[in-house]
């Protein structure tokens, strides 16, 4: 992409309505703009963010065995009176009526609608195990919506649904996202720590939140601090085997980690010696939930079993807040100059600035590399503006791209480029052929 051609919308001043740093930062770098309260509208560089999240949830999700769908996000009241969630959700959910005077509602999760196709269409154990899946709008009318896209009215979840035999085998479940949800977030450059959580409204208490420890987030947590060693790296997990997957939760569960809905200080206490006890902020990701039986009784979704006996389906449901990572992750990920995007989610593989636009040598050179940058199948993009260097580096550091391409007349009289890192801002100068091998390197690794 040329930034000439592209449409980045980055504000000079800091928005005075923004209290943390992530929500300053993505104003600023023109990646989201307030639609109304808790709603926002991605301009392209958020959205491409937002769609490098989805893709790598996604590519997690269909590794773990489970199926991607897609249901609306309008739902009718009528099944969630029969969950009897409708009267209990209460001023979170945004009721409509439509031109028949019926009640609808925009859905805040999909337990019901889930319930509902299943029964439709499911009735034999032959069937199980299934797990579908779905990344799609919600709408919560949160009291208070704040800090941008962390607590939106209407945010964008992958949220996943298991239907299992008996407890079991949906533990089993249970335990395959959460080794999804490990390995998803670390490619996301975060580390997000399974804690012990409360089950709220969608019930069972069976179920752990995931946390990104920063000042700014909304939740207190209590945790032995040998938990932040713990990284799941690129082991081969096979979903399919209940022991590795158990194993994968026991390493990653059994030290103390609990939000302040379920901490016991005096297990704490007692579990954790005095040098290791943290209690910091959290920014929760996601939250996995075994709740057994809970809709699939109230809503007649059962199997018929190998003895021919009739049982209701053991569920559970598991969410990703994908478009509270952004968020999160420049909140991990950031310094006084702007975001600093890891390597797995970043908008544009590198920026190319060109230090003399209009000087046939960096022109030339600027087109070559982003050729070359193309047809390895990345994606650059060029500060082909005529502007000064100094601010082409200003909206290169505040929009984040993890490298940058100068290239400039008096490099090129010694025939090299400079590449620069924009985590450690360190700079080295070389051909630009290699450049592109040094890019084409660290990709194929993320
Ligand atoms: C699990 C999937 C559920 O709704 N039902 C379907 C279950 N869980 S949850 O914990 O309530 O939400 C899942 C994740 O969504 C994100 N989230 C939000 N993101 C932005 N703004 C909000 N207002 C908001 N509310 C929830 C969180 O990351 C949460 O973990």
Redesign the pocket.
């Given at each position: 992409m040329r930034l000439s051609r592209y449409f980045l919308p980055v504000l000079k001043e800091t928005p005075s309505e923004a209290q943390i740093v992530s929500h300053r930062l993505m104003l600023r770098a023109g990646m989201i703009k307030q639609a109304s309260a808790?709603i926002y509208s991605w301009l392209p560089l958020g959205y491409k963010v937002l769609k490098r999240i989805e893709q790598i949830v996604h590519e997690e999700q269909i590794r773990a065995g489970h199926i991607p769908m897609l249901m609306p996000t309008l739902q009718s009241a009528d099944l969630w009176r029969e969950s009897g969630r409708y009267d209990d959700y209460g001023q979170e959910m945004l009721r409509i009526k439509d031109r028949h005077d019926r009640d609808m509602l925009y859905g805040?999760?999909?337990?019901e609608l889930i319930t509902d196709i299943f029964r439709s269409h499911v009735t034999s154990y032959k069937d199980l195990p299934l797990t579908l899946y779905h990344i799609q709008w919600?709408f919560?009318d949160?009291v208070r919506?704040r800090f941008g896209?962390?607590?939106?009215?209407?945010?964008?979840?992958?949220?996943?649904?298991n239907f299992d035999i008996d407890k079991n085998a949906a533990l089993h479940a249970y335990n395959r996202h959460l080794v999804s949800y490990l390995r998803s977030y670390e490619r996301m450059g975060l580390q997000a720590i399974p804690m012990r959580?409360d089950g709220?409204?969608?019930g069972g208490d069976y179920t752990h939140?995931?946390l990104v420890l920063a000042e700014t987030g909304e939740s207190e947590v209590f945790y032995d601090s040998e938990i932040t060693d713990l990284k799941f790296g690129d082991r081969a997990v096979d979903y399919d085997d209940v022991a590795q997957c158990q194993a994968v939760l026991e390493e990653f569960t059994s030290r103390y980690a609990r939000t302040d809905e379920t901490h016991d200080e005096a297990l704490f206490n007692e579990q954790v010696p005095e040098a290791r006890r943290r209690s910091a902020r959290g920014?929760?990701?996601?939250?996995?939930?075994y709740f057994g039986t809970k809709y699939s009784e109230a809503m007649g979704a059962t199997v018929v079993t190998p003895d021919g006996s009739r049982v209701p389906v053991h569920m559970g449901?598991?969410?990703?807040?994908?478009?509270?990572?952004l968020?999160?992750i420049i909140e991990a990920s950031h310094d006084d100059k702007g975001i600093i995007w890891p390597e797995g989610v970043t908008p544009f593989h590198c920026g190319i600035v060109n230090l003399k636009q209009g000087d046939a040598a960096a022109d030339a050179a600027c087109e070559s590399l982003y050729k070359a940058l193309t047809a390895k199948g990345l994606e650059p993009l060029y500060d082909d503006r005529t502007e000064r260097a100094g601010a082409k580096f200003a909206t290169m550091d505040l929009i984040g791209l993890p490298w940058r391409i100068t290239v400039g007349p008096r490099g090129l009289e010694k025939g090299v480029v400079e590449l620069t890192s924009r985590r450690t801002g360190e700079s080295e100068e070389m051909s630009p052929e290699a450049a592109v091998d040094r890019l084409g390197q660290i990709y194929a690794n993320v």
């Amino acid at each position: 992409m040329r930034l000439s051609r592209y449409f980045l919308p980055v504000l000079k001043e800091t928005p005075s309505e923004a209290q943390i740093v992530s929500h300053r930062l993505m104003l600023r770098a023109g990646m989201i703009k307030q639609a109304s309260a808790g709603i926002y509208s991605w301009l392209p560089l958020g959205y491409k963010v937002l769609k490098r999240i989805e893709q790598i949830v996604h590519e997690e999700q269909i590794r773990a065995g489970h199926i991607p769908m897609l249901m609306p996000t309008l739902q009718s009241a009528d099944l969630w009176r029969e969950s009897g969630r409708y009267d209990d959700y209460g001023q979170e959910m945004l009721r409509i009526k439509d031109r028949h005077d019926r009640d609808m509602l925009y859905g805040p999760t999909n337990e019901e609608l889930i319930t509902d196709i299943f029964r439709s269409h499911v009735t034999s154990y032959k069937d199980l195990p299934l797990t579908l899946y779905h990344i799609q709008w919600k709408f919560r009318d949160e009291v208070r919506p704040r800090f941008g896209v962390m607590r939106g009215r209407e945010f964008l979840m992958k949220d996943g649904y298991n239907f299992d035999i008996d407890k079991n085998a949906a533990l089993h479940a249970y335990n395959r996202h959460l080794v999804s949800y490990l390995r998803s977030y670390e490619r996301m450059g975060l580390q997000a720590i399974p804690m012990r959580a409360d089950g709220g409204p969608i019930g069972g208490d069976y179920t752990h939140e995931f946390l990104v420890l920063a000042e700014t987030g909304e939740s207190e947590v209590f945790y032995d601090s040998e938990i932040t060693d713990l990284k799941f790296g690129d082991r081969a997990v096979d979903y399919d085997d209940v022991a590795q997957c158990q194993a994968v939760l026991e390493e990653f569960t059994s030290r103390y980690a609990r939000t302040d809905e379920t901490h016991d200080e005096a297990l704490f206490n007692e579990q954790v010696p005095e040098a290791r006890r943290r209690s910091a902020r959290g920014i929760e990701v996601g939250q996995i939930f075994y709740f057994g039986t809970k809709y699939s009784e109230a809503m007649g979704a059962t199997v018929v079993t190998p003895d021919g006996s009739r049982v209701p389906v053991h569920m559970g449901s598991h969410g990703i807040g994908v478009s509270r990572l952004l968020g999160a992750i420049i909140e991990a990920s950031h310094d006084d100059k702007g975001i600093i995007w890891p390597e797995g989610v970043t908008p544009f593989h590198c920026g190319i600035v060109n230090l003399k636009q209009g000087d046939a040598a960096a022109d030339a050179a600027c087109e070559s590399l982003y050729k070359a940058l193309t047809a390895k199948g990345l994606e650059p993009l060029y500060d082909d503006r005529t502007e000064r260097a100094g601010a082409k580096f200003a909206t290169m550091d505040l929009i984040g791209l993890p490298w940058r391409i100068t290239v400039g007349p008096r490099g090129l009289e010694k025939g090299v480029v400079e590449l620069t890192s924009r985590r450690t801002g360190e700079s080295e100068e070389m051909s630009p052929e290699a450049a592109v091998d040094r890019l084409g390197q660290i990709y194929a690794n993320v």
